[in-house]
């Protein structure tokens, strides 16, 4: 069927929100734009001008399409070696979608990506549709082919399983950037001490290298534990300056909504910082380094203007 240049228009203004909602049930900025790309497809096949709720049938069908990539994606993360971590997006990618609220931010940071690879394919669609966009039960039930009282069962389920795993972390833009500036001084000080006081007691440090780069397979526990790795990750030397290949710069910047620091060498991002800020300190460092997941963060970054380098690892 040729669409006319209207059923195209609609299509193009339903981009950004089928885009926002692949990326939190896949985690994967390229996968989530393949899904979206299949969704015109079916587009462009179906007899339009009978579809009476253009963007309730998009969804859908984008919905079923993501269900289909998870199941697949459960058996490919079983090999996968390493953590796995999500694409990040860096601050200004549409794809991040809304923002408005602290349930819309939290949706798409890495903390909360990861635990919703523990949620059903079911659970995690109730989960980014009732909590990221507001979709009423109703609506969601007839996307999954349910019953609104099961929607609203597993969105229960799928809500208490985050919220299980981990405590919200908001906190306002300048004291987040105080801590990350102090974290950088403690880690290029060459003590742990320093380190250690701005870490919480539980704080982990978790890589993903997809077996491309050198990572951790386990991820790092405890306050003592991370600050020596943070430590060494900090100090310049010839076994960095190798893996590295040229002079590394350290950005502060912001990535899936989180404080994040990003790795460039000669302009290509090599890593994606994301820091977990809790009132009792720095929980978590979650760092993307899969070259396949940065490609995108590369662009974007070619793309923009970021100022002088925080540091700078020679």
């Known amino acids: 069927m040729v669409l006319t240049g209207n059923q195209i228009d609609l299509f193009e203004a339903s981009m950004p929100r089928l885009k926002a909602i692949a990326y939190r049930l896949l985690g994967s900025a390229s996968d989530a734009e393949d899904a979206v790309q299949d969704t015109f497809l079916r587009w462009q096949s179906a007899d339009v001008d009978r579809i009476e709720v253009p963007e309730a049938w998009l969804t859908k069908v984008l919905t079923n399409l993501c269900l289909n990539q998870l199941t697949s994606a459960r058996a490919r993360r079983e090999t996968y070696v390493g953590q796995w971590l999500p694409e990040p997006l860096l601050a200004g990618d549409p794809m991040l979608g809304p923002a408005d609220t602290v349930e819309q931010r939290e949706s798409v940071s890495f903390a909360v990506l990861a635990l919703m690879e523990r949620l059903s394919p079911d659970e995690r669609v109730v989960y980014v549709l009732r909590e990221a966009f507001g979709y009423p039960h109703r609506r969601i039930a007839e996307i999954l082919d349910a019953t609104e009282s099961a929607s609203q069962q597993l969105f229960h389920r799928a809500k208490k399983h985050i919220a299980d795993g981990r405590t919200r972390t908001e906190i306002d833009e300048a004291a987040a950037r105080r801590i990350v500036d102090e974290f950088l001084t403690a880690a290029t000080s060459g003590r742990t001490e ?3 006081r701005l870490l919480t007691a539980d704080a ?108 700078r690892i020679t």
């Not at 590295?244 to 790795?263: M, W």
């Not at 302009?267 to 994301?274: A, F, L």
């Not at 800020?277 to 978590?284: K, L």
Request: hydrophobic share 45%; glycine share 10%; with cysteine.
């Open 194 to 196: 320093p380190l250690v």
């Open 204 to 311: 982990v440090a978790i890589g993903d290298g997809g077996g491309k780069v050198p990572a951790r397979t386990r991820p790092f526990e405890g306050a003592v534990a991370v600050a020596k790795f943070m430590r060494s990750l900090f100090t310049p030397n010839q076994a960095a300056r190798n893996l590295l290949g040229g002079t590394a710069e350290i950005h502060v910047s912001y990535a899936n909504g989180l404080p994040a620091l990003v790795a460039t060498v000669d302009g290509r991002v090599i890593g994606v910082m994301c820091l977990e800020i809790t009132a009792d300190g720095i929980a978590a460092f979650r760092n993307q380094a899969n070259p396949d997941k940065l490609e995108r963060a590369t662009r974007q970054w070619a793309a923009t203007d970021h100022g002088e380098p925080a540091l």
